[in-house]
T-cell receptor
């Protein structure tokens, strides 16, 4: 058990809908990262938040957004869902901000499996 | 931009035999390298990392990895494979993005199958 929790475990929804995925980092971790894992794209970095502020963006669609709250939990919002958004969404956390002089040892949650029908 | 290549989609090995899962990387500056393992329906678990120091890094579950700067490789190894080692293995490299902060870039993963 990594100490990172994600809810829900599974989510089934329809095209065009909007969903929210939730992540609670390990105790003491200030950084939260979101990843999307699909069979064709592999593991893709989406976005990184540190202590409530966005730090880095990866291959995140404009239909997707995230935020990190004062209690450090994070939410990933996916809107106007398409069939191709079906994937495993992982959250990871780390202690550091991940600046140029630090390294990112990240600890992953169990993931949320999103199915868009 | 940084990148990771895992040239084998699948590695098959018999239980008790040594295993190697290959990884090569490309990154500007000093490489920070990681191996993660993913069991079915689970999240990724951290195995080991190379930041600096000895080229042979020891990690969890008897795994180790050998860093080779001249070949830009970071191969994962284990002297004696177990059936329970069967899983998906990811190599990752730390890279910097425009904001100056770092993120991990993962390879596509290698499925390790250990037969009894």
């Amino acid at each position: 058990d990594s100490g990172v929790t994600q809810t829900p475990k599974h989510l089934i929804t329809a095209t065009g809908q909007r969903v929210t995925l939730r992540c609670s980092p390990r105790s003491g971790d200030l950084s939260v990262y979101w990843y999307q894992q699909s069979l064709d794209q592999g593991l893709q970095f989406l976005i990184h938040y540190y202590n409530g502020e966005e730090r880095a963006k990866g291959n995140i669609l404009e239909r997707f957004s995230a935020q990190q709250f004062p209690d450090l939990h994070s939410e990933l919002n996916l809107s106007s869902l398409e069939l191709g958004d079906s994937a495993l969404y992982f959250c990871a956390s780390s202690r550091l901000a991940g600046g140029s002089s630090s390294y990112n040892e990240q600890f992953f949650g169990p993931g949320t499996r999103l199915t868009v029908l | 931009a940084q990148s990771v290549a895992q040239p084998e989609d699948q590695v098959n090995v018999a239980e008790g035999n040594p295993l190697t899962v290959k990884c090569t990387y490309s990154v500007s500056g000093n490489p920070y390298l990681f191996w993660y393992v993913q069991y079915p329906n689970r999240g990724l678990q951290f195995l080991l990392k190379y930041i600096t120091g000895d080229n042979l890094v020891k990690g969890s579950y008897g795994f180790e990895a050998e860093f080779n700067k001249s070949q830009t490789s970071f191969h994962l190894k284990k002297p004696s494979a177990l059936v329970s080692d069967s899983a998906l293995y990811f190599c990752a490299v730390r890279g910097l993005v425009e904001s100056g902060y770092s993120t991990l870039t993962f390879g596509k993963g290698t499925m390790l199958l250990v037969s009894p």
